[in-house]
């Protein structure tokens, strides 16, 4: 068994160093650490440290160098596994297609909505198997990578509609992860999305922690007609909602539709300020490292874009979208918003009613 991983994010590097345990070979493509890397391997702390899992993969900076060292174990990949953020997915097509156009399975684990429809397009439904992890992981002070939650897992589910994902599935299980299946790839993704999108974009915009702006009421109601907002789409689409390891996304989604909210304010506030801890979500990190891409268009961004296309009214959804790319693309100062959530309030309320001028016009 040889696989290749493209992406040396916290993810990438936590699924290396599992699959490292059973795979004849691990190959790694890390574009600006590669020595580091190279030289230090991977470690994995696993409940509270007290299981450490070490990994020592090939470490190469493309995948023409990666394609190299296949050639030389004498072994072509079994699976690729895509672990970059979504906005790199479409220059990582762009290599595939220019080195291994007719490339083995590749295993998608992007956050986002319809992220499989890219490579589907290009390779065909047989060659995707889509992935979502629910497991938390980060950084600590020496790079290595912390598991930060062990009750939770990877789920794999394939567009296809075949059992081609089910080798995937126990390959990751004898790695010692916690695995399941899903039926529908759609519902996996769009299941996920509504975790991902839940405390991000807001905590972005106003650079506050997302316990502390669930707190704010008129936050929390923007939030809850976000979420409103994506269930309507998905509704409208008949994907059904999905249950995902360590998390019930029938629960939130049954709260946000019927739940009094100043009860639900309740119950969201400590879980999100419970599971966040002192992190940032991935938005902001992204905006705090000067990045002009962000995950928000594969989320809130997506669930505007489809929207349209089924004719469901999605305005928070693109208001939040168009004030976070904004920012991002230097267009919007984050100054204006950083502390300053009634400034995000006020900014969407003039988006939407911008959007209503435009639609009568």
Same mark, same amino acid.
Request: proline share 4%; hydrophobic share 40%; net charge positive.
């Given at each position: 068994m040889n696989i290749l991983i493209f992406g040396s994010g916290a993810v990438g590097r936590y699924l290396?160093?599992?699959?490292?345990?059973?795979?004849?070979?691990?190959?790694?493509?890390?574009?600006s650490n590669t020595t580091q890397l190279h030289e230090t391997g991977i470690s994995v702390s696993?409940?509270?440290?007290?299981?450490?899992?070490?990994?020592?993969?090939?470490?190469?900076?493309?995948?023409? !160098?990666?394609?190299?060292? @296949?050639?030389? /174990?004498?072994? %072509?990949?079994? =699976?690729?596994?895509?672990t970059t953020k979504s906005y790199d997915l479409p220059d990582v097509i762009d290599h595939l297609v220019a080195y291994t156009p007719q490339p083995p399975p590749l295993i998608t684990m992007q956050n986002g909505i319809d992220?499989?429809?890219?490579?589907?397009?290009?390779?065909? !439904?047989?060659?995707?198997? @889509?992935?979502? /992890?629910?497991? %938390?992981?980060? =950084?600590?002070?020496?790079?290595?990578?912390?598991?930060?939650?062990p009750d939770r897992g990877i789920v794999f589910a394939s567009p296809a509609g075949t059992n081609n994902h089910k080798p995937v599935a126990n390959l990751f299980s004898s790695a010692g992860l916690n695995v399941t299946t899903a039926a529908n790839h759609r519902?996996?993704?769009?299941?996920?999305?509504?975790?991902?999108?839940?405390?991000n974009a807001t905590s972005a915009i106003v650079n506050r922690q997302p316990g502390v702006l669930y707190k704010y009421k008129p936050i929390f109601q923007l939030e809850m007609k976000m979420l409103e907002e994506a269930l309507a789409v998905m509704k409208k689409q008949h994907i059904p909602i999905t249950d995902l390891p360590g998390t019930s996304v029938k629960r939130l989604a049954f709260g946000v539709r019927w739940l009094p909210r100043n009860w639900f304010q309740s119950i969201l506030?400590?879980?999100?300020?419970?599971?966040?801890?002192?992190?940032?979500?991935?938005?902001?990190?992204d905006l705090a490292?000067?990045?002009?891409?962000?995950?928000?268009?594969?989320?809130?961004?997506?669930?505007?874009?489809i929207g349209q296309?089924?004719?469901?009214?999605?305005?928070?959804?693109?208001?939040?979208?168009?004030?976070?790319?904004?920012i991002a693309r230097g267009e919007r100062d984050w100054d204006q918003y950083s502390g300053k959530p009634k400034r995000l309030l006020a900014t969407v309320r003039k988006h939407i009613?911008?959007?209503?001028?435009?639609?009568?016009?």
């Open positions: 290396t160093a599992h699959l490292a345990q059973v795979a004849d070979h691990t190959v790694l493509i890390s574009r696993k409940n509270n440290g007290k299981e450490i899992v070490r990994a020592q993969p090939f470490v190469v900076p493309s995948l023409r !160098k990666a394609l190299i060292k @296949a050639d030389e /174990l004498g072994q %072509p990949f079994d =699976y690729i596994l895509l992220i499989e429809q890219l490579l589907t397009q290009q390779f065909g !439904k047989e060659k995707v198997i @889509a992935g979502s /992890l629910t497991v %938390p992981v980060s =950084y600590d002070h020496q790079l290595n990578i912390v598991e930060e939650r519902s996996l993704k769009w299941s996920k999305a509504l975790t991902n999108m839940i405390g506030t400590k879980r999100v300020a419970k599971g966040r801890g002192d992190k940032m979500p991935s938005f902001q990190i490292a000067g990045k002009e891409k962000n995950e928000v268009l594969y989320h809130n961004g997506a669930v505007y874009r296309e089924v004719g469901v009214p999605t305005p928070v959804n693109a208001a939040l979208n168009d004030i976070l790319l904004g009613q911008q959007q209503k001028t435009q639609a009568k016009s």
